[in-house]
């Protein structure tokens, strides 16, 4: 049996490592593949060419090495039969949790004011807020939202969660579909956007979703950068009704170095790098997949193709 794999960032041998020690019967084959197309059983990609993935004859399931999946959707010669599986690892959703923990909190405690003043050799405090006098609203409670929600919890913000089925999580209040985005919204002091890429979410920041924040609200975006209007974002930070905003995914990556938002001073940017699958827990979540898959039973987090996600 044999994985072809395309990945993300340059992991070294550690997939070879990983799946020799938790399936030494899956032979590990690194893209571009020489071999037979024929050999090929699973396929584990990031951003594959578009029609690479229609040239293997005998695959079985494609493994997105991301939570998101619109690297695949976005080849129009993917096959359609095939089951197409999420990444949804431990190493995954703890770094996620890390980094929606770490940004809310920065915010909360008026990091940027402080960087500023830093530079500025300026001393001075500024009242602090209480986190139960805060809001943090999630748009996206699935794998990565429900988790960075469970994180927050302890610190004592209010909790606020929009998805597009309702949810019944401990101590987040639940928003769902287009008709209750407003009140959502209206509840957010803290806003992270956790929502996948699709017809439905593309562009949902924009001036009009971002009026109806609280003013000064911050914005954290970990989804895509196509999820905002940068240039309504822009303009809502320059006005003062988003106080601040980290954003870890933009509508063009690498962000073009004339880009504004590198120096905008209410602006934290970091390269999509909120989190990464960590390899020996996804080669382990791949196994155990694979290992269900091969004794007839169903393969876990697959994508539905008609909800897009
Ligand atoms: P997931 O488990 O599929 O959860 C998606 C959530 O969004 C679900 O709660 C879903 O609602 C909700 N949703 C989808 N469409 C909606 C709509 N039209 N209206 C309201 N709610 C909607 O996804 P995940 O694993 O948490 O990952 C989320 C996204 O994070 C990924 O798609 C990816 O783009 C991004 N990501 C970014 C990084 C990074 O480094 N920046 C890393 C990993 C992931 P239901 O629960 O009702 O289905
Ligand atoms: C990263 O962006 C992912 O989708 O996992």
Same mark, same amino acid.
Request: proline fraction near 5%; aromatic fraction near 8%.
């Given at each position: 049996m044999n994985i072809l794999i395309k990945s993300d960032i340059d992991r070294? @041998?550690?997939w070879?490592?990983?799946f020799?020690?938790?399936?030494? @019967?899956l032979s590990v084959q690194i893209w571009p593949h020489d071999g037979p197309p024929e050999d090929i059983d699973y396929a584990l990609v990031w951003e594959p060419p578009a029609g690479e993935l229609k040239r293997y004859p005998n695959l079985k399931a494609i493994f997105s090495i991301g939570a998101g999946i619109e690297h695949l959707f976005s080849d129009p010669e993917l096959p359609p039969h095939l089951p197409v599986v999420r990444m949804?690892?431990?190493?995954?959703?703890?770094?996620?949790?890390?980094?929606?923990?770490?940004?809310?909190?920065?915010?909360?405690?008026?990091?940027? @004011?402080?960087?500023?003043?830093?530079?500025? &050799?300026?001393?001075?405090?500024?009242?602090?807020?209480?986190?139960?006098? &805060?809001?943090?609203?999630?748009?996206?409670?699935?794998?990565?939202?429900?988790?960075?929600?469970?994180?927050?919890?302890?610190?004592?913000?209010?909790?606020?969660?929009?998805?597009?089925?309702?949810?019944?999580?401990?101590?987040?209040?639940?928003?769902?579909?287009?008709?209750?985005?407003?009140?959502?919204?209206? &509840?957010?002091?803290?806003?992270?956007?956790?929502?996948?890429?699709?017809?439905?979410?593309?562009?949902?920041?924009?001036?009009?979703?971002?009026?109806?924040?609280?003013?000064?609200?911050?914005?954290?975006?970990?989804?895509?950068? &196509?999820?905002?209007?940068?240039?309504?974002?822009?303009?809502?930070?320059?006005?003062?009704?988003?106080?601040?905003?980290?954003?870890?995914?933009?509508?063009?990556e690498?962000?073009?170095?004339?880009?504004?938002?590198?120096?905008?001073?209410?602006?934290?940017?970091?390269?999509?790098?909120?989190?990464?699958p960590?390899?020996?827990?996804a080669?382990?979540?791949i196994?155990?997949?694979i290992?269900?898959?091969?004794?007839?039973?169903?393969?876990?987090?697959?994508v539905?193709f @008609?909800?897009?996600?």
């Open positions: 070294g @041998d550690a070879d490592t990983f020799a020690k938790y399936k030494p @019967d949804v690892e431990p190493g995954l959703t703890n770094g996620m949790s890390e980094y929606v923990v770490l940004s809310v909190l920065y915010h909360h405690r008026f990091m940027l @004011d402080y960087r500023r003043r830093m530079r500025e &050799r300026q001393w001075g405090e500024i009242q602090q807020v209480a986190a139960s006098a &805060r809001t943090v609203g999630i748009l996206g409670l699935g794998a990565l939202g429900r988790a960075a929600a469970q994180k927050l919890a302890p610190f004592g913000f209010q909790l606020a969660g929009w998805s597009r089925s309702p949810k019944d999580l401990p101590g987040v209040e639940s928003f769902h579909g287009e008709g209750q985005l407003e009140a959502f919204l209206g &509840r957010s002091d803290i806003l992270v956007c956790l929502l996948p890429l699709t017809a439905r979410t593309e562009g949902i920041l924009n001036a009009a979703t971002l009026a109806l924040l609280p003013r000064g609200a911050a914005v954290i975006n970990v989804a895509r950068g &196509r999820h905002i209007v940068e240039a309504d974002l822009l303009a809502a930070l320059d006005s003062g009704q988003v106080g601040g905003a980290s954003l870890d995914v933009f509508q063009q690498p962000l073009p170095v004339d880009s504004p938002m590198w120096d905008h001073p209410r602006i934290l940017v970091t390269p999509h790098a909120a989190s990464m960590i390899t020996d827990t080669v382990q979540y196994v155990e997949n290992e269900c898959f091969e004794s007839g039973q169903t393969l876990r987090n697959l539905d @008609d909800r897009g996600y």
